[in-house]
């Protein structure tokens, strides 16, 4: 359904390779939100890097801190200590896409994609709106209102509207949970391929093993509450991949390692 396809292995260690120097540097973050005079310790002392053009998952179970520590990157609240470097050479652009996609009702498809270029000024926003909706696959919908997408179609609209500013970095925060696992498993192709053709740094969300292997160059496992990072894990799988690599043995034993680290 996308544009690109590349053949090239999809490992963390070629992106290391191409890229020396870190996109991000987190380092000794802990964060600890004082509720009615209770303290809790959300993450505690987390350090990692991440290199531009990779694709990088968060995974633990609930209560680990995955989506607070997406939102210190995103800027969004301030750690207790530590802190996060960005190496893009200039105050980053960076794009969100949730759990729902939040798009405006009143919008068409287009207008909801564009918003962002509108808010910039940018006299060119209807052409790469456009663009954008060819590149998800929603050609022939520019014009349809969010009561008439199924929950699939309204998440690539949020992921056009996400990438639409090419951000140097996306953020995504469990943007499939809500989605039926049939959909869910069809988006986690189409947000590959998304990511082979736009060659986009990203962070993401998941709770979901396969999922987080599918899609990732590298997993990063959280521990309970406070989280930290108990596993960092390069997914060696090739690219661009499909849906048979998850009846592979070396998908299996990637899940089997990703399990134990999780219980």
Not at 52 to 73: A, D, N
Not at 129 to 148: C, H, K, N, Q, W
Not at 204 to 212: G, K, Q, R
Request: hydrophobic fraction near 40%; include cysteine; glycine fraction near 6%.
């Amino acid at each position: 359904m996308f544009l690109r396809n590349y053949s090239t292995s999809g490992s963390s260690q070629r992106h290391k390779i191409m890229n020396p120097k870190p996109a991000l540097a987190v380092k000794n973050l802990s964060v600890v939100f004082d509720e009615n005079d209770n303290k809790i310790h959300a993450l505690e002392n987390i350090s990692f890097n991440i290199h531009q053009r990779e694709f990088i998952c968060f995974l633990g179970p609930s209560g680990s801190g995955k989506t607070t520590l997406l939102r210190l990157i995103a800027n969004l609240i301030k750690p207790t200590s530590g802190e996060v470097n960005f190496m893009f050479g200039h105050p980053p652009k960076i794009g969100m896409v949730f759990q729902q996609p939040n798009l405006m009702p009143w919008r068409s498809v287009l207008d909801n994609i564009k918003l962002p270029l509108e808010l910039e000024n940018d006299i060119h926003a209807h052409e790469k709106a456009l663009d954008m909706i060819r590149l998800v696959g929603l050609t022939g919908f520019e014009d349809s209102y969010p009561r008439d997408l199924s929950g699939g179609m309204a998440q690539r609209v949020g992921l056009a509207r996400g990438l639409i500013h090419e951000p140097d970095l996306l953020l995504l925060d469990e943007p499939f949970a809500s989605l039926d696992a049939l959909t869910r498993e069809r988006m986690w192709t189409e947000l590959s391929n998304l990511w082979q053709a736009k060659q986009k740094t990203v962070i993401m969300v998941t709770h979901s093993i396969n999922e987080s292997l599918f899609l990732a160059d590298r997993v990063l496992v959280l521990t309970q509450r406070p989280g930290k990072i108990k596993l960092d894990m390069p997914v060696d799988l090739p690219r661009p991949r499909k849906d048979d690599v998850r009846y592979t043995s070396q998908f299996g034993k990637l899940a089997k390692k990703l399990r134990e680290a999780i219980e």
